[in-house]
């Protein structure tokens, strides 16, 4: 009801109803996440389905109805190991408990009759309504489909849409610094609580977990040993070059040097000629622009560790207070938080940052898998918006930025729009050329990286999706 019917964010109402009731059984809390969540996932085929036996609408049922009828229905549809007669009572059950009893027919006439008739429900014809049959099975607006067939084929559209709907885990960032004794006590404390653990395939301190109920009862959580980060997003940091920390800054290093500051070697640790290459540029200055939560901000801060400092902003005090918390909890030192909205120019800025983060505020595309009420708040509207402020935002941070300085631009989305198009347009019209992402990527992206940018989709690739451009300043 919170969701659907006020507008709550998703992520935010589940994650405060179960610390909320942290004290239940683990068993009622998986059931509640995953009712949740499914209905939210599946409620556009959930719809289509109550439709077909409904006398009355859903759109003009009675708000607490119209929610148990959907919460009810994705169990019918979709969950196994509930009876359909269980379901079907409890409906009834609750819809009197909440003085709709005279409704209680209603419910449980149109309940049954979808259960009765699952297992062959009639689906918009594929041939001749191929998008509105997509949206149904897939529970995706068409504007949307429409939007990444154009942009990216059919083929990849049918991938992203299949793996949108997959469960993904829980993926963290450790700190690079903890020692392999250290990892692996980590490791071993996390499989005594019960949590499935494995390295992510990309980067050599990124990890999946499976089995989380409480992020912050993991083991290593209050120590601040982990920041809770998609892999995509550490690619981003990634990007910046920090760890080849002069040649960011245009700091020139000797023949062939260049890929190999900028590569952690397997232990992820620095190569000696990045570290010297970074004693001459002196202190190193990133300007992460729109920072909250806070997980790129740290991840570029513990990678300068003594060499520089990170300015961490963002556009609220409550956002400020999201990345203070991040800080202190990882025990990170040289980030400097503040309240500032980047449309706005800072003159004292003005060519002083080695490198620029530009994560900026977009439809959110990529994360639908764990956001799952994004596609039905986006319109064509919002997003062209989206575009207009990543622009003026982009404006004015590109001249925080040191000649011979770097630029990165990023999202969380899948839309041309908002990513390719945007990052063209701006090499097109401030004094910066695109720069191959390839040195700073993992061994399975960097042909992707070439040309400065890089499209990442859920079921092609390991992540959220994600975009990521790399931007040089001339002179």
Same mark, same amino acid.
């Given at each position: %009801?919170?969701?659907?019917?006020?507008?709550?964010?998703?992520?935010?109402?589940? !994650?405060?109803?179960?610390?909320?009731?942290?004290?239940?059984?683990?068993?009622?809390?998986?059931?509640v996440k995953r009712v949740t969540e499914g209905t939210l996932e599946r409620l556009i085929q959930i719809d289509y389905c109550l439709n077909r036996f409904s006398s009355v609408p859903v759109p003009k049922m009675k708000p607490l109805i119209r929610t148990l009828m959907r919460m009810s229905a994705y169990q019918l549809l979709f969950m196994d190991k509930i009876p359909d007669s269980a379901v079907c009572n409890e409906a009834v059950k609750l819809a009197g408990k909440r003085g709709f009893r005279g409704l209680s027919g209603f419910v449980n006439g149109v309940l049954r009759t979808l259960a009765r008739n699952k297992k062959g429900l009639p689906y918009p014809d594929r041939e001749k309504e191929p998008v509105k049959y997509l949206s149904v099975k897939y529970s995706m607006p068409e504007f949307l489909i429409g939007l990444w067939t154009e942009g990216y084929g059919e083929e990849k559209t049918h991938i992203l849409l299949e793996a949108l709907l997959k469960e993904s885990p829980l !993926?963290?960032?450790?700190?690079?610094?903890?020692? @392999? !004794?250290?990892?692996?006590?980590w490791e071993l404390a996390l499989a005594d609580a019960g949590v499935s653990v494995k390295r992510h395939p990309y980067l050599s301190y990124a990890y999946e977990l499976w089995n989380v109920e409480n992020v912050k009862s993991l083991p290593g959580y209050r120590e601040g040993f982990f920041v809770v980060q998609d892999v995509s997003s550490m690619l981003a940091a990634e990007a910046a070059g920090i760890s080849g920390a002069g040649a960011a800054a245009g700091d020139e290093l000797p023949a062939g040097a260049a890929e190999a500051a900028t590569e952690p070697d397997k232990r992820g640790e620095l190569p000696e000629r990045a570290e010297k290459a970074a004693e001459?540029?002196?202190?190193?200055?990133?300007?992460?622009?729109?920072?909250?939560?806070?997980?790129?901000?740290?991840?570029? *801060?513990?990678?300068?560790?003594?060499?520089?400092?990170?300015?961490?902003?963002?556009?609220?005090?409550?956002?400020?207070? $999201?990345?203070?918390?991040? &800080?202190e909890r990882t025990g990170l030192t040289n980030v400097e938080v503040q309240v500032h909205d980047a449309? =706005?120019?800072?003159?004292?800025?003005?060519?002083? #940052?080695?490198?620029?983060?530009? @994560? $900026? +505020?977009?439809?959110?595309?990529?994360?639908?898998?764990?956001? !799952?009420? =994004?596609?039905?708040? &986006?319109?064509?509207? *919002?997003?062209?918006?989206?575009?207009?402020?990543?622009?003026? =935002? $982009?404006?004015?941070?590109?001249?925080?930025?040191? +000649?011979?300085?770097?630029?990165?631009?990023?999202?969380?989305? &899948?839309?041309?729009?908002?990513?390719?198009k945007t990052a063209r347009w701006f090499a097109e019209n401030y004094p910066f050329a695109p720069e191959s992402l390839s040195p700073y990527l993992p061994a399975e992206l960097k042909k992707e990286g070439e040309e400065g940018m890089l499209q990442l989709? +859920?079921?092609?690739?390991?992540? @959220?999706?994600?975009?990521? #451009?790399? %931007?040089?300043?001339?002179?």
């Open positions: %009801m919170e969701i659907l019917e006020k507008g709550s964010y998703s992520h935010l109402v589940i !994650r405060d109803v179960l610390d909320k009731y942290n004290y239940s059984d683990s068993r009622d809390k998986a059931f !993926r963290l960032r450790l700190k690079e610094s903890l020692s @392999d !004794r250290e990892r692996q006590e001459r540029a002196g202190e190193f200055l990133v300007v992460d622009v729109c920072a909250a939560p806070g997980g790129k901000s740290t991840h570029l *801060a513990e990678k300068l560790g003594n060499r520089g400092k990170v300015i961490s902003r963002d556009v609220s005090e409550y956002k400020a207070a $999201l990345l203070r918390d991040n &800080i449309c =706005i120019l800072d003159e004292s800025l003005t060519e002083k #940052a080695d490198v620029v983060l530009a @994560d $900026l +505020p977009c439809s959110g595309l990529g994360v639908i898998g764990k956001k !799952r009420d =994004i596609k039905y708040r &986006i319109t064509k509207e *919002a997003v062209s918006e989206l575009v207009k402020l990543q622009r003026q =935002i $982009l404006d004015v941070v590109w001249r925080y930025v040191k +000649p011979g300085g770097v630029l990165v631009y990023s999202t969380c989305t &899948i839309n041309p729009d908002e990513n390719e989709f +859920p079921g092609l690739h390991e992540t @959220d999706g994600f975009f990521i #451009a790399r %931007m040089r300043r001339k002179g």
